[in-house]
T-cell receptor, first 117, second 112 residues
Framework: EPEVTQTPSHQVTQMGQEVILRCVPI?????FYWYRQILGQKVEFLVS????????KSEIFDDQFSVERPDGSNFTLKIRSTKLEDSAMYFC???????????????FGPGTRLTVT | AQSVTQLGSHVSVSEGALVLLRCNYS??????LFWYVQYPNQGLQLLLK??????LVKGINGFEAEFKKSETSFHLTKPSAHMSDAAEYFC??????????FGAGTRLTVKP
């Protein structure tokens, strides 16, 4: 069964460094998302991406964050200058986006645990 | 904008007892509703979803949920808890073509 994959599974970085989290969505999906989950807290929406542009973003997604779909398969989240509070699990998700009920289901990757020291 | 509220951050039941995890939603349009389970140090696994078809939805691992529009609820139930059900459960709502908004989660503990 197709699945969303994410790399790396764990990333440790120093405060102020740039990090890029990578995701490979399911191949025929059209909508892509990033969420984050600070340890012990709920999953929070960061950004959605469709047709090569951001369709929606939350207040968390400030100028330090950017997303890109550099080729036909990867979807990346970049944090330009990491802060301690960026430490979290970051989940990528994708969905088909066609008309019909099942198209609204988002498929989640296993997550990347980002630790900022 | 859509949102969900999960009542009870922690629920504890005995093995074999009924599991009831509560979720209420707010949405300006007919919503799509989901329950996800997260085991320790793992990602999110879809348990079940409501997408405007049958109001009683059956999912994996014996879980089910009923969409009640009049109560704006989508509570998750399982008749008989198993030790392997211990996990964090998240209710989520999505409006058409929108992002998914999650509740704060409910940690389920199952006592032997």
């Amino acid at each position: 069964e197709p699945e969303v994959t994410q790399t790396p599974s764990h990333q440790v970085t120093q405060m102020g460094q740039e990090v890029i989290l990578r995701c490979v969505p399911i191949s025929n999906h059209l909508y892509f998302y990033w969420y984050r989950q600070i340890l012990g807290q709920k999953v929070e929406f960061l950004v959605s991406f469709y047709n090569n542009e951001i369709s929606e973003k939350s207040e968390i997604f400030d100028d330090q964050f950017s997303v890109e779909r550099p080729d036909g398969s990867n979807f990346t989240l970049k944090i330009r200058s990491t802060k301690l509070e960026d430490s979290a699990m970051y989940f990528c998700a994708s969905r088909v986006g066609l008309a019909g009920g099942s198209s609204y289901e988002q498929y989640f990757g296993p997550g990347t645990r980002l630790t900022v020291t | 904008a859509q949102s969900v509220t999960q009542l009870g951050s922690h629920v504890s039941v005995s093995e074999g007892a009924l599991v009831l995890l509560r979720c209420n939603y707010s949405s300006s349009v007919p919503p799509y509703l989901f329950w996800y389970v997260q085991y320790p140090n793992q990602g999110l696994q879809l348990l079940l979803k409501y997408t405007s078809a049958a109001t009683l939805v059956k999912g994996i691992n014996g879980f089910e949920a009923e969409f009640k529009k009049s109560e704006t609820s989508f509570h998750l139930t399982k008749p008989s808890a198993h030790m392997s059900d211990a996990a964090e459960y998240f209710c989520a709502v999505s409006e058409k073509n929108n992002d998914m908004r999650f509740g704060a989660g409910t940690r389920l503990t199952v006592k032997p």
